[in-house]
C-alpha cells in the first residue's frame, strides 16, 4: 500500500457505513488523489507469448490471500476455507508468501509449506498425509486436496510481501534469469499441479517500502514483460501493487500501465492508508473509499487509486478492490467521530494497533461510517474496519466502476462462517 505496510510481518504474525449505494451507482466520484507507511500439470511448456494477455472472466473474481505461517500461531488451516463455506464462494487464492532473494523466487517455509503433517482430521479430504519417500504434505498438499474438491478455484504463489520486497531490487537487473527461478520453483514437479499461476506483490518499486528501490520507473514492467514470456498464456500473472493515488505518489513512480499488458489483473492494495504508527493520531479510517472532511491526507482512499490507475489506461477489468478483513486502532481516544487524538496504538492479539475482524465484530461493534467504511467508539478505543454491510457497499463501487471483482487479506480475520467472504460474493452478484 502506502508505506508502512500492508500484511503482518511475518516475524510477528506467527504469533500470529452510510451506505453510498446511490453515490456510488453513478460512478461519479471524484476526488484529489501522497503516501502511507504501514502475496499446471507438472513439465507442460509454457506458450509463446507475442501479445498481451487476455483477461480471464471479468467481474466477478473473489480472491483471498492465505498466509503460510497462518498454521502456527493463528491455527488457521486449509480446511478452515471448507468448513466456513468460504471455498465454495471462492475464484482465486493467493498463497503467501515466497521469498524474493539472490534475484530468484525462493520458498518461504519448507515446514508449512510442503513438510507439515496433516492428520485424517485435520485434512481437507479427511485422509492423513503420510511419510512415504516423496510424498508431499503441508499447505501445499491441502491446497491440491482443496481444488479437488473445488476445481473452479485457480491457486496462485504470492512472493515478496512487505518484508520481502527488499529482493526485486537485484531481480530487476536480471529480469529474465528471476521469471526463470520463479518458473522453475512453482512448476516443481512435486507441486505444479498445485499453482495456476504467479502473483507479485512488490512494495514498492521505484519508492519505498520497508527499504528504498532505486531500480527506476521501468523495472515493474520489465519483471512482469518477463514473467508473462516466460510463464506463458496458460498461466497466470498478477501483482498487488500500491494505492497512492496522489500527485507524485507510487502510483506514479512505477510502469504500472506499462505492465498492465502482461498481467491478467493488478490488486490495488486500498487498505492501510491511516493506522496507529502515527501513535497520537489523528484517528482516520484505514480503508476510506470516498474522501471525506478531515481526512488527513488527500488523496488516501480507495477511489482515488482506483481513477489515477483508470487514467493511465489501465482497464478497469483488470484492477480489482483490496479489501481489509481486520481493524487498525488507537487507544486514548475521547472523540466518537473520525479526527480525535489518541495516546498510542490500541492492543491487539497479534500486534498493537492491528485486529481481526472476528474479534472486534463483538469486542467493539461498529457505531459509525465515514467514507464508506465503518468505524467503532468503545471505552477509549477507536478501531476502524469494513463490516458485510460496508463490503456489500463498497461491491456496488467496484461493479459500478467495472472493475473485475474484489480480493482481500486474509482469511483468517474473517468470522468461522466467512461472513465477510460471503458479503464480497453476494455484493458482487
Excluded at 512448476?187 to 512494495?203: K, L, S
Aim: glycine share 14%; net charge positive; aromatic share 12%.
Amino acid at each position: 500500500m502506502l508505506g508502512f505496510r500492508t500484511r503482518w510481518r511475518k516475524v510477528l504474525a506467527y504469533g500470529t457505513a452510510a451506505v453510498i449505494a446511490p453515490v456510488l451507482a453513478s460512478g461519479a466520484l471524484t476526488g484529489p488523489a501522497s503516501a502511507k507507511i504501514p502475496a499446471h500439470s507438472p513439465g507442460r511448456a509454457p506458450a509463446a507469448v507475442s501479445a498481451p494477455a487476455s483477461p480471464t472472466a471479468v467481474g466477478g473474481k473473489v480472491l483471498g490471500y492465505f498466509t503460510e505461517w497462518g498454521v502456527y500461531g493463528r491455527n488457521y488451516h486449509v480446511k478452515n476455507l471448507v468448513t466456513s463455506g468460504s471455498a465454495a464462494k471462492l475464484t482465486h487464492i493467493n498463497y503467501a508468501f515466497g521469498n524474493v532473494t539472490g534475484g530468484k523466487c525462493a520458498i518461504g517455509d519448507a515446514y508449512a509449506d510442503y513438510d507439515k503433517f496433516y492428520d485424517a482430521a485435520s485434512s481437507v479430504d479427511g485422509t492423513s498425509d503420510t511419510w512415504d519417500n516423496g510424498a508431499l504434505r503441508g499447505n501445499f498438499n491441502q491446497l491440491r486436496k482443496l481444488k479437488k474438491k473445488y476445481p473452479n478455484i485457480k491457486v496462485l504463489w504470492s512472493f515478496g510481501g512487505w518484508t520481502w520486497s527488499g529482493g526485486f531490487g537485484e531481480a530487476a537487473r536480471n529480469p529474465a534469469a528471476f521469471a526463470d527461478s520463479c518458473y522453475k520453483l512453482v512448476e516443481d514437479p512435486r507441486w505444479a499441479d498445485v499453482f495456476d499461476g504467479i502473483d507479485i506483490d512488490w512494495e514498492y518499486p521505484n519508492a519505498c517500502g520497508l527499504s528504498c528501490d532505486t531500480s527506476g520507473s521501468a523495472s515493474i514492467k520489465n519483471l512482469l514483460k518477463a514473467l508473462r514470456g516466460r510463464f506463458g498464456s496458460g498461466n497466470l500473472v498478477t501483482a498487488a501493487i500500491t494505492a497512492d493515488g496522489t500527485s507524485g505518489g507510487k502510483i506514479d513512480k512505477a510502469d504500472y500501465a506499462g505492465g498492465a499488458q502482461y498481467v491478467n489483473w493488478y490488486n490495488p492494495m486500498t487498505y492501510d492508508y491511516f493506522g496507529a504508527w502515527a501513535a497520537n493520531g489523528p484517528t482516520a479510517p484505514h480503508s476510506p473509499l470516498t474522501s471525506y472532511s478531515g481526512i488527513p491526507t488527500p488523496g488516501f482512499y480507495s477511489d482515488a487509486a482506483i481513477q489515477k490507475l483508470k487514467s493511465k489506461g489501465i482497464p478497469a477489468s483488470k484492477l480489482l478492490l483490496g479489501i481489509g478483513f481486520y481493524g487498525r486502532g488507537w487507544t486514548g481516544v475521547s472523540q466518537k467521530a473520525p479526527g480525535g487524538t489518541a495516546s498510542g496504538p490500541a492492543a491487539g492479539t497479534y500486534e498493537q494497533g492491528i485486529e481481526d475482524y472476528k474479534v472486534l465484530k463483538s469486542k467493539c461493534p461498529s457505531n459509525g461510517t465515514v467514507a464508506g467504511t465503518a468505524y467503532a467508539h468503545c471505552g477509549n478505543n477507536w478501531w476502524s474496519y469494513d463490516t458485510p454491510a460496508t463490503i456489500r457497499s463498497k461491491m456496488s463501487y467496484a461493479k459500478s466502476q467495472g472493475l473485475g471483482g474484489a480480493f482481500f487479506w486474509e482469511f483468517s480475520g474473517d468470522t468461522s462462517n466467512g461472513e465477510l467472504i460471503g458479503a464480497i460474493k453476494s455484493g458482487l452478484g
